[in-house]
Each structure stands twice: as C-alpha cells, then as structure tokens.
C-alpha cells in the first residue's frame, strides 16, 4: 500500500523559509512521477513542484527562483526547499505521486497517491 507523509511545515514571517519533506513507501518501481501541489483556503489545488520522467522538472512560475525541489531515491523521499516565502505561498501543501510512465507530474488529475497535506502559513 503505497503512503506519502509530509512534514515540515507550520507558521513563518514573509521573507522566511522553510524546507517540506515527503516520504513515500509501499512500493518498489523505479518508475513514477511525484511532486507538490497546494491548495489555498477557497482556491483550487495548483501544481507547485514536481519531478517527472527522464529528468524533467517543473516549477510553478510563481515559485521559481524561490523554491527548490530535490530527492533522495535511496530513501524515497523528495523535498521542497522554500525561501523568500510570500502571504500568498500560504496553503496546505500536500505530495503526490503516479506510479508507471506518461503521467504529467504537474497534473493533478493523473495523480494516484496523495499524503494528507502540512499547512504551510506565511503571515507576519
């Protein structure tokens, strides 16, 4: 049974930064895609970060050179590096992943697996 756990969030000051990990387990493929989407209070879920097939990496333009995604394959982990954090960046921020090949990482809807999400609040 595949699991996604996150942590690494909670409150920050604008300007701050906080760095959000995601362990997954319950599988064994080298084959998937996975990434962060967030989702503000009464706004729709957006991609933020993602790792997809052969090396391709996506950013949300309202994150890039800002945030910072990386992974560790040998613990089946990713992370989310986040600095100059805005007001804006506020939501709960959850990781997700699609085992196998042709997922768009970014794309929420090809998505199988969801963690239960960590709130990230930028606020001063």
């Known amino acids: 049974q595949v699991q996604l756990v996150e942590s690494g969030g909670g409150p920050v000051q604008p300007g701050g930064s906080l760095r959000l990990s995601c362990a997954a387990s319950g599988f064994s493929s080298d084959e998937y895609v996975i990434g962060w989407f967030r989702q503000a209070p009464g706004k729709e879920r957006e991609a933020v970060s993602c790792?997809?097939?052969?090396?391709?990496?996506f950013y949300a333009q309202s994150v890039k050179g800002r945030f910072t995604i990386s992974r560790d394959n040998a613990k089946k982990s990713i992370y989310l590096q986040m600095n100059s954090l805005k007001p804006e960046d506020t939501a709960t921020y959850y990781c997700?992943?699609?085992?196998?090949?042709?997922?768009?990482?970014?794309?929420?809807?090809?998505?199988?697996?969801w963690g239960k999400g960590t709130l990230v609040t930028v606020s001063l």
């Open positions: 790792f997809g097939h052969g090396g391709y990496t």
């Open positions: 997700a992943m699609m085992i196998g090949v042709g997922a768009w990482c970014a794309n929420e809807y090809a998505m199988a697996y």
